[in-house]
Structure formats: structure tokens, C-alpha cells
């Protein structure tokens, strides 16, 4: 696998970390280069962006070997092993202590721009880099996260070397890696883009990361235009639900996603397909259709139920001010396509495209022939049963649409670049769809 750079390689990543959702974990990026893949992790995942700034203490006359690591708030590791063989005395580590703590201070200085660190004690470390070489300084930054009182560690790469998470198991509860080639030279052979990351980038980066939602900080580049990315509540008759609303500088269309059961807005998965989106100048609003309690009930399958709220949204979005006179599509996966095929087939409602991701357009056989929004349907090669009724709904279909299956895919999609093939498909789609009728803003 070859990443396209460290934002596509933080989403990937993100997508492998989506069992880290909703728990009460931080993600560390290791500067410089692992911060832009933290920074996309952290997001996917809803938890709080910092960096963790650590420095290898080497041998006096062999710098190269560790005898241990230091890091904020005084933390520290020794390798007492090493320390005792090389005969290093205390005044020895204390220079060199002195002098990487130096270093320390500065980075965290420049990054972090006097803002405190986010809190470990009690909670899941998720340790980022852009790949891993020799894994000195992933095993320095897991030690000195415990140091500082994680609960948990979990290291977390796009590439290594084969046996990396072996060689690392004593200082990570978890390795996380992507990759791990047979043929591993240079962490840069796996991205086409591995441009240099530089410490204002970090700094930007961190920045954003800190702000409270819809502010802009001084070296924030949203501040030149709006952007939004908050929660939003939206009543739909008797009961909320709730949504993430995701709004680029200069949008020019917007996606409403309809997940299927099992899943929500805080979706890895749903998350990475909304960044791809982002990206390409799109608004997306990421939505539970049913609060809990509903889905503990078995409404997820009430098609009706989620059209209506499904058009219930889709007026709301037309009276927002920042989302008026853009032009709509839905994005359905599962049971969530049903109800987006059958909000599309309602009178009046001028949705602009439809892509339904592994959906049950069966659902909503009825009304397939009154949808007239283009519409793209993007199946797994190795769900079978789905792939099936996609076929016979295809057929049934009287607008423009497609049919597209996924080499290797199975339901989920979770197989190693399915997932980022069905984003682009869909990012294709709305992009050609919403574009020609949505008016400039």
C-alpha cells in the first residue's frame, strides 16, 4: 500500500483505530511528521490532539545507544540495563538529561505556543507516527506516555518493518500498523508525498486542535474563510437527534449521510468517507436518524421513519445560513440507502445525487422507479447477497445511474484500500452532480 500523503495516511489509520471511538483516549503525535497523521486520527476518532515531545538519552561516548528517554512534565525512562553495562555514572545522565530537556522545552515551546498538555493520567495514549524505522523513538514516546500516567498505551503507524509490533510489545499495550513490508528500507518509499513537515505546520495543526469549535487562532487558515465542524441537534417531531455538521471555506454542495444499523456520526469509517468529502469542497453533515433508544427497538428497518427525518434535515439544512442554496445529496450505507432512495423519491424534494454505499435499495423497491437524482451504487465484490439485490435495483432505477463494484471488498469494506476506493467513488459523484447545481456562494 502506498499512502498519498500523511492526511490519507492518517485516515487510513484512523479507520484500523475506530474501536478507540467514544473512549476516553488522547492521540499523541510524535513531530514532526506524525502530527498531520495524528491530527486526522484524532478527528476520526473524536479525542483531543496533542504532541508528545520526547528525547533519547544516549550513551556519553556512543550517542547513538539509548540508555533511556525524557519528556514533559519531568518524565523519564532508564534503561538501568544499559546503564549498568556501560558503567555510566549519575553525574553522566544528569548532563545529558540537562542538556535533552533543553530541547524538550524548546519544541514543546514552539508547538504548543504556552498552552498546557492534554492530561494522560487515567487514559488511552494513542502514540502516532508517520511510519516506523528502528523503533527507538516509538518505544521512547510509549515509555515516557506512561511516565506520564496513561493508563493504556497503543502505538499506532501507516508503515513498519515485518515483526514490529513483537519488538515493541514491552513498552505498547497495542501496536497498530498498517503495513509491515517484506522488502522495508525507508518509511518515504510508502508515500507518493513526504514532503518535509515543518514546526508551523505542527504548531497550526495543534493550534486548530485546541480552539474551541468555530474559532480561529492567528495562524489558523480557516480564519480567511468559514468553516464549520460542530455537533448540532436537530428536532424532528417528538424526539432530537444529533449530527455533525462539517462546512468547508467555499462549499459548493453539501452530503447528508444515512448510516445503517450498527453504526453512528462518530463512525470511523463514516468519518474517513466525510473527510474525503471535505476535501474536495463539499459540506457534510454526519447524522443518527434514531436516538438510541429507537435503535435498541428495531426501527432501524422503518424506511419511512428515516426518509421523513431524512427530508426533515435536508429543509433544515436549507434554512441555515451557511448551507442555504447549496444543493443536496445523500450518501446511504445499509439501511440508510433505503431511506435515502425513498427521500429522494418524494415530490418536491430536489436532491441533487444519491450514493448508496453496501445498501439495501431493496428496502425501498417501491419507489425506486420515482427516484430521479443521479444515483451511484457501490457494492463490495464479495457481498454477495448485496451485490445481488444491487443488481435487480439497478434495473429498476429511471435515472442516471451506475452500478459499481469494488474489487475485493466485502460488506464493511474493511479490506486494505476498499474503503478509499468507495470515497473516491463517491467523492466523483457529488463532486460532477452537486457542483452543476449548486449556485456560487
Not at 448540532?232 to 417528538?238: D, K, Q, R
Not at 459548493?252 to 456520526?265: C, D, E, L, T, Y
Request: charge should be negative; charged fraction near 20%.
Amino acid at each position: 500500500m502506498v499512502f498519498a500523503n500523511r492526511v490519507d495516511a492518517g485516515r487510513r489509520l484512523g479507520v484500523a483505530l475506530q474501536s478507540f471511538a467514544g473512549e476516553d483516549a488522547v492521540v499523541l503525535g510524535l513531530p514532526r511528521g506524525g502530527v498531520p497523521v495524528a491530527s486526522e486520527v484524532a478527528r476520526m476518532l473524536g479525542s483531543p490532539l496533542d504532541v508528545l515531545v520526547v528525547r533519547k538519552l544516549g550513551v556519553p561516548f556512543h550517542p547513538e545507544l539509548a540508555m533511556g528517554a525524557v519528556g514533559e512534565n519531568g518524565a523519564k525512562v532508564l534503561n538501568e540495563r544499559i546503564i549498568a553495562e556501560a558503567r555510566i555514572s549519575e553525574e553522566e545522565i544528569a548532563a545529558v538529561e540537562q542538556h535533552e530537556r533543553e530541547v524538550v522545552d524548546r519544541r514543546v515551546g514552539r508547538f504548543r505556543a504556552g498552552r498546557p498538555p492534554v492530561p494522560l493520567r487515567g487514559r488511552t495514549a494513542v502514540v502516532v507516527d508517520d511510519g516506523i524505522a528502528t523503533g527507538s523513538t516509538a518505544r521512547a514516546a510509549s515509555l515516557v506516555a506512561r511516565a506520564n500516567g496513561a493508563r493504556r498505551v497503543v502505538l499506532a503507524a501507516p508503515v513498519g518493518p515485518p515483526g514490529i509490533a513483537d519488538r515493541l510489545k514491552d513498552a505498547a499495550d497495542e501496536v497498530v500498523c498498517l503495513e509491515t513490508p517484506s522488502l522495508f528500507f525507508a518509511i518515504g518509499e510508502f508515500y507518493e508525498d513526504f514532503s518535509q513537515t515543518t514546526d508551523e505546520e505542527v504548531a497550526t495543526l495543534l493550534a486548530q486542535a485546541a480552539a474551541p469549535t468555530g474559532e480561529a487562532t492567528d495562524s489558523d487558515p480557516v480564519a480567511e474563510g468559514p468553516l464549520i465542524d460542530d455537533e448540532v441537534h436537530l428536532e424532528t417531531g417528538e424526539v432530537a437527534v444529533e449530527g455533525r455538521l462539517t462546512v468547508p471555506a467555499g462549499a459548493h454542495g453539501q452530503v447528508v449521510f444515512a448510516h445503517g444499523s450498527g453504526s453512528s456520526r462518530l463512525s470511523a469509517r463514516n468519518r474517513y468517507v466525510a473527510g474525503v468529502l471535505n476535501d474536495a469542497g463539499l459540506a457534510t453533515l454526519l447524522l443518527d436518524l434514531l436516538t438510541v433508544e429507537e435503535e435498541d427497538h428495531g426501527s432501524t428497518f422503518d424506511v419511512e421513519l428515516l426518509a421523513g427525518r431524512l427530508l426533515e434535515t435536508t429543509s433544515w439544512l436549507q434554512h441555515q445560513p451557511v448551507t442555504a442554496g447549496l444543493s443536496t445529496g445523500y450518501f446511504g450505507a445499509s439501511t440508510g440507502a433505503a431511506a435515502a432512495l425513498r427521500a429522494a423519491a418524494t415530490p418536491g424534494n430536489e436532491v441533487g445525487a444519491v450514493v448508496s454505499r453496501g445498501g439495501r435499495p431493496d428496502l425501498a423497491a417501491a419507489w425506486l422507479d420515482q427516484v430521479r437524482a443521479p444515483t451511484l451504487l457501490i457494492v463490495g465484490e464479495h457481498d454477495q447477497p448485496v451485490l445481488d439485490v444491487n443488481r435487480h435495483a439497478f434495473q429498476q432505477l429511471r435515472c442516471e445511474a451506475r452500478l459499481t463494484v469494488v474489487p475485493g471488498a466485502t460488506h464493511l469494506f474493511e479490506e486494505p484500500g476498499t474503503l478509499s476506493a468507495a470515497a473516491k467513488l463517491a467523492r466523483d459523484w457529488f463532486t460532477t452532480h452537486l457542483a452543476a447545481r449548486s449556485p456560487a456562494v
